[in-house]
């Protein structure tokens, strides 16, 4: 079959996941794939998806353009599918979206109709695919048939990872490490930016590093060099950076919607390199990481605080961590892997559009 993928985030990371991968998995099955990027609506062509076996449209929001391409492919019988890897399509939710607070009334009000189009397009495609079983639900809640298929590493990451990994760490300093792709992240980080303060407070050999725009307290900035600085970059970039990380952060804001739709890529991406990570106690990644074994989970202050230290005391067990979830993630998070789940719901996905047709027949 030939399959045609949409990517509406100029997010080159995220669309990397959802929409590159997706084609190398899709590749792998012996299909045809074509993809295009649309997140700018005056590059939406109709005329171009017309042909394909099956549509994915990944967080597209709906226009006059989009609106067109899925009136053609009902009626040429093609499924479309919408895809997302956030909580960007429900309008009730988004105060749960902490960063948009920070946004200027105009822009608030312009995001707030971005989740409503989001929303237009959901209701709009025969199925959905997310990459966390929250976002299934809520989709599900919406009354369309929702499938999870879950980030993973693309073939060119997977060949990166075991190249970086191969070579040896330098360096006398233990350097705990954050990576930030977006501003949004500053109440994500707030949960555990005290327990770091507490750890440079307690080890002067450990340095923080933090990539990528984020905002922090004067109790960090009061560290000085000590906490260093470095630009958001791409992923090959952020790869190379990562793995010179002893210890890797996952924090999300406890007990927020918003942060329980987000995937473990975190986990993912350190994993990979070898390098334990610790995490916010919450979806997704208590489903992920066991605690104490491939990964660590922390609550609270105290808890962030008890596992820092613990990592940065024992230096043998951290590397023995860091090789865990490297193995968790060699056996749940290749491309193998995903392609073989991508395979077993694929027939349902494609069957979407005959069952919708026949419910409304």
Partial sequence: MRFFIASGCPIATTSLYRCVHLGEQLRALGHETRMVDWFDEANIVPQDAVGYGAIFLYRLPMSRLLEAVIRAARDAKIPTLFDTDDLVFEPELVAAQRGVSKLSPQDQERHLDGVRRYLRTLESCDAVTTATPFLAELAGRRGKKAFVHRNALGDEMLALADQLCAQPKVGERLVIGYGSGTPTHDFDFAEAAPALAAILTRYAFVELWLVGPLAISEDLTAFGERVRRFPLTDWQGWFERARQFDIALAPLEIG?????????????????????????????????????????????????????????????????????????????YTPEARTADLAAILPRLLAARKEDASTHA
């Fill in 256 to 332: 927020n919607l918003f942060c329980r739709a987000k995937s473990e890529i975190k986990f993912v991406e350190a994993g990979a390199l070898g390098v334990p990570v610790v995490a916010s106690r919450m979806e997704p990644f208590v489903e992920t990481i066991t605690h104490h074994e491939n990964g660590m989970l922390a609550a609270n202050e105290s808890e962030w605080t008890d596992a820092l230290s613990w990592l940065v005391e024992n230096p043998e067990e951290r590397a023995a961590m860091g090789a865990r979830a490297r193995a968790t993630v060699l056996q749940r």
